[in-house]
C-alpha cells in the first residue's frame, strides 16, 4: 500500500507562481499512474493532469494546458505539480492521486479509477 503526502499550497497573489509536491512511502512512485485533482468548496473533484509511469505521456484539463505542469522524479518518490500565472478561479484543495491500472487517455481524468489519495493542500490566490 501506498501513501501519499501533499505539501506546498499557500497564499500566493493573481499572476504568481506556486510548485505542489506529492511524496510517496510505503511503495516506488514508479509503479503508478499519477494525478493530480482539485477540489472547489462545495464541488465535486475536478480533474487537473495526470502523468504515466515512465512521463513518457501526459495530459491535462484543456482550459490549464499551457499554465499548469506536472512531472515526476521517481528517483526521489515525488510527483510535481508546477502552477504559473495563477488565477484567483484557480483556488482549491489539490489531491494526489495514484493508481496501479492501465488506463486509456481518456480514462485519466475519472477520479473513481484511482485508487490511493493523499490529504490535499489548500492554494489560496487572492491579492
Known amino acids: 500500500q501506498v501513501q501519499l503526502l501533499e505539501s506546498g499550497g499557500e497564499l500566493v497573489h493573481p499572476g504568481g507562481s506556486l510548485r505542489l509536491s506529492c511524496t510517496a512511502s510505503g511503495r516506488a512512485l514508479n509503479a503508478y499512474t499519477m494525478a493530480w485533482f482539485r477540489q472547489f468548496p462545495g464541488k465535486d473533484r475536478e480533474f487537473v493532469a495526470a502523468?504515466?509511469?515512465?512521463?513518457?505521456?501526459?495530459s491535462y484539463k484543456n482550459s490549464l494546458k499551457g499554465r499548469f505542469t506536472i512531472s515526476r522524479d521517481n528517483a526521489k518518490n515525488t510527483l510535481y505539480l508546477q502552477m504559473n500565472s495563477l488565477e484567483a478561479d484557480d483556488t482549491a484543495v489539490y489531491y494526489c492521486?495514484?493508481?496501479?491500472?492501465?488506463?486509456?487517455?481518456?480514462?485519466?481524468?475519472?477520479?473513481?479509477?484511482?485508487?490511493?489519495w493523499g490529504r490535499g493542500t489548500q492554494v489560496t490566490v487572492s491579492s
Open positions: 492521486a495514484a493508481t496501479t491500472s492501465g488506463l486509456i487517455r481518456s480514462s485519466l481524468a475519472v477520479d473513481h479509477y484511482y485508487d490511493y
Open positions: 502523468i504515466k509511469r515512465s512521463s513518457h505521456m501526459t
